[in-house]
T-cell receptor
Framework: RKEVEQDPGPFNVPEGATVAFNCTYS??????FFWYRQDCRKEPKLLMS???SGNEDGRFTAQLNRASQYISLLIRDSKLSDSATYLC?????????FGQGTTLQVKP | EAGVTQSPTHLIKTRGQQATLRCSPI?????VYWYQQALGLGLQFLLW???????NRGNFPPRFSGRQFPNYSSELNVNALELEDSALYLC???????????FGSGTRLTVV
């Protein structure tokens, strides 16, 4: 079983739609949690950290459920520029462990 | 402030040769992490260096090795290159439990 599991998608949505991504992690001792964004053939970039209390950054909302070992990302009012792969990431024993990523394609 | 820098951007090697990849972390960061991303696959953890010491290693053969210098820059060496080593090699630096890492733009290694 993979340490971090995500639905690879792709998710194809129209501009303005709301889309949600989920992931699960297997190690209950995982210490911190993040969402990264990766554009084609580029390096991953930190989108936001994820906390149990939930956190919001503009159109993006992230949530962590430690009991269920579940992480979510909600994108509201999708833009064409949101098209990318979204990586669910957990930090464990000092290293980041990446999910395979979920591909989002926003269409006009 | 300069980000994480990696060199070279691209590297083409022949099977059996050795490749050396370089990384400079963000100023003030003592930890450097190396990841491999083969085409169409996720990021796989390779190595973690901190304060000049190897702290953790991913599930890769010993021909993947590296070191960290006193100025915290790092080298990744891949010996006896195989075709399957063709990938994007990413270096990242970061400090603190609750902080993510910042990645460099990577070295694209092609083994022919």
């Amino acid at each position: 079983r993979k340490e971090v599991e995500q639905d690879p998608g792709p998710f194809n949505v129209p501009e303005g739609a709301t889309v949600a991504f989920n992931c699960t992690y297997s190690n209950s001792a995982s210490q911190s949690f993040f969402w990264y964004r990766q554009d084609c053939r580029k390096e991953p970039k930190l989108l936001m950290s994820v906390y149990s209390s939930g956190n919001e950054d503009g159109r993006f909302t992230a949530q962590l459920n430690r009991a269920s070992q579940y992480i979510s990302l909600l994108i509201r009012d999708s833009k064409l520029s949101d098209s990318a792969t979204y990586l669910c990431v957990v930090k464990n024993t000092g290293k980041l462990i990446f999910g395979q990523g979920t591909t989002l394609q926003v269409k006009p | 402030e300069a980000g994480v820098t990696q060199s070279p951007t691209h590297l083409i090697k022949t099977r059996g040769q050795q490749a050396t990849l370089r990384c400079s972390p963000i100023s003030g960061h003592t930890s450097v992490y190396w990841y491999q991303q083969a085409l169409g696959l996720g990021l796989q953890f390779l190595l973690w260096y901190d304060e000049g010491e190897e702290r953790n290693r991913g599930n890769f053969p010993p021909r993947f090795s590296g070191r960290q210098f006193p100025n915290y820059s790092s080298e990744l060496n891949v010996n006896a290159l195989e075709l399957e080593d063709s990938a994007l090699y990413l270096c990242a630096s970061g400090q603190g439990l609750n902080y993510g890492y910042t990645f460099g733009s990577g070295t694209r290694l092609t083994v022919v």
